[in-house]
C-alpha cells in the first residue's frame, strides 16, 4: 500500500505527539468535553481532573459560539459529541479543524459503526470513544491517542482507508453513506411528502422523522428538505451520465 495515498489524519497523531513530548514531556493535557448529556460531561470532566497528566478545562452541553468556547479553553482534545442538539458534527470538526489545526479531535459516539463518525473521521477527527465504556477505559483510549495510536475499529479504519483509495472512483449507489432507513425517508422526500406524511406512510412517529431527517442533514451537509433533494437528484443524475 502507498502510504503516500492515505489522508494525514491517519500519520499525524503520532508526529504531533511525539513533538510534544520532546518540547514539554511534562506538561498535563488539556481536554475539552462537548457532549448533550450534562451528567456525561460532568463524570468525564471529574475523571479527567482526577487523573494525572490530564485536565479538563472546559465542559459544554451545546455547540452555540463553538469556536470561542475553544478559544478561551485552549485544548489539546476536543471530546465532541456526534449527536449535538444544535449543530451537525461533521460541521462542528471542519469548523475546529481550520480554526485549530494542532487541536486533536475524538468523536463520542454510541457506537462502532456509526456513519456520522466515519463522515467525522474523514473531516479530521483521529478516532472515536463509545459511550458505554467504563470511565476508566476512556481514559485509556485518550491515553492511546498521546501514544501516536487511532482510537478506532479496525473495520472503520479499514473503511477510511477505503474511503481515500475510493475518493476519485465514480459515484456509488449510497454516497452519502444513508442507512436503509434514512434512504427510505429521503425517497419520501424526493416524492414531496412532509414530515407528517413520512410518519404516517412509515407508521413512525413525527419525532422518529424528524430525527432520520436531522441525521439525513448531517450527512448531506444540507440544512433543508429542498437542498437534500436537490443534492440526491444531482448525485443520481452524475451517476446516470
Do not use: W
Not at 22 to 34: F, K, N, T
Not at 153 to 162: F, H, N, T
Not at 180 to 198: F, Q, W
Amino acid at each position: 500500500m502507498n502510504n503516500r495515498a492515505l489522508p494525514s489524519i491517519l500519520f499525524s497523531a503520532a508526529t504531533k505527539e511525539n513533538h510534544l513530548r520532546q518540547q514539554s514531556p511534562h506538561a498535563d493535557i488539556s481536554i475539552v468535553i462537548i457532549h448533550a448529556n450534562r451528567t456525561f460531561c460532568d463524570s468525564i470532566s471529574l475523571l479527567l481532573n482526577t487523573s494525572k497528566g490530564y485536565f479538563c478545562t472546559g465542559s459544554f452541553t451545546e455547540s452555540t459560539d463553538l469556536l470561542d468556547k475553544i478559544r478561551a479553553a485552549q485544548p489539546d482534545i476536543v471530546l465532541l459529541d456526534v449527536n449535538l442538539p444544535n449543530m451537525c458534527c461533521i460541521t462542528a470538526v471542519r469548523m475546529i479543524r481550520a480554526d485549530f489545526p494542532d487541536i486533536r479531535i475524538l468523536m463520542l459516539t454510541g457506537f462502532h459503526d456509526d456513519e456520522l463518525v466515519f463522515k467525522a473521521i474523514c473531516t479530521g477527527a483521529l478516532g472515536y470513544i463509545l459511550e458505554d465504556l467504563a470511565l476508566q477505559s476512556m481514559m485509556e483510549v485518550i491515553h492511546e491517542l498521546q501514544q501516536g495510536f487511532l482510537p478506532m475499529s479496525p473495520a472503520m479504519l479499514r473503511r477510511v482507508i477505503e474511503f481515500v483509495h475510493q475518493r476519485n472512483a465514480p459515484v456509488s449507489n449510497n454516497l452519502f453513506g444513508l442507512t436503509l432507513r434514512e434512504t427510505e425517508v429521503m425517497n419520501l422526500m424526493i416524492d414531496g411528502a412532509s414530515y407528517k406524511m413520512i410518519a404516517n406512510k412509515m407508521g413512525i412517529s413525527y419525532d422518529t422523522v424528524h430525527n432520520h431527517i436531522k441525521r439525513i442533514y448531517c450527512k448531506l451537509e444540507v440544512n433543508s428538505m429542498s437542498e437534500a433533494v436537490a443534492k440526491v437528484m444531482k448525485s443520481q443524475k452524475n451517476q446516470v451520465t
